[in-house]
C-alpha cells in the first residue's frame, strides 16, 4: 500500500501500554519479526513470546489474541509511514496534483525501502488477499485513503488543474484501486519479488504511466 493512512485507532490493554518502554518494545519487536517472516495466519504465539521472554499468560495480559496484537503492529506501521511524507506532501499548496500523486508512491516506497519487516508484513498480507484479516483491513483503511485523495482532488479543482465537472468521490474512488492495482500488476510481472528496494526505479516508471494515462487518457487527439 502506498499512502500513508489509517484505519480506526486501536489499543492494547492497559497492562501492556504500562510496560517499561524497553519491554513492550521487546515484545513489539517480536511480533514484527513474526509476522514479517510467517504472516498473520501462520505466526505463533508462542515463539512471540518465547523470543520476547514473557510468560504465555503474561500475553494474554497484554492482547485478547493474536489479531489484536497484529492490529496494534499494523497501527505502528501506519504511525512510522507518516514520518515519510515528504516535505512535498506536508505543504500540498505548494504542488500540483499530479506531483502530489506521484510524491505519494515515493514516500511509500521510501519508507518500505527504509523499513524492510515492516514492509513484509504488508507484503505478506498481499500475498493472501482472500484472507479475512486482509479484507477487514482493507475494509477499515479504504475510507480514509478515500478521503485524501478526495481533499486533493478538491485542491486541484479549485486550482484549475483537473476539471471542474468531475465527480469527486468516484475518482477518488478510481484513484485508490488504480495504486492498489499498480503495485499487483508490478508484482505479477516481476515474479512477485517482494524485494521493493532494489526495484524503486522500475516501480516508478509504472508511476509515471498511470499518470501519462491520468493526464492523457487513450482517446487518440486530432495529430497524434
Known sequence: MVAS???ESFMPKDTFLNLANEKRKKVEDAAIDEFAEYGFEN???NRIVENSEIAKGSFYQYFSDKKDLFLHIIQLIGQEKMKYLSDTLRNPQKHDFFTL??????SGLKFATSNVKLANIGNQLIKNV????????L???LPASYKIYEELLKLAVQRGEVREDIDIVYVSYMLVTLAVANFEYWLETNNHD???????????KLVDKQL???KNGIEKKEGD
Do not use: R
Open 139 to 141: 475494509g477499515e483503511n
Open 194 to 204: 517482494f524485494d521493493i528496494g532494489k526495484h524503486t526505479e522500475s516501480i516508478m
Open 5 to 7: 493512512e489509517q484505519g
Open 212 to 214: 501519462d494515462f491520468l
Open 43 to 45: 505466526a505463533s504465539i
Open 101 to 106: 500523486l506521484k510524491e505519494l508512491y515515493a
Open 130 to 137: 482472500n484472507s479475512p484479516i486482509y479484507q477487514e483491513l
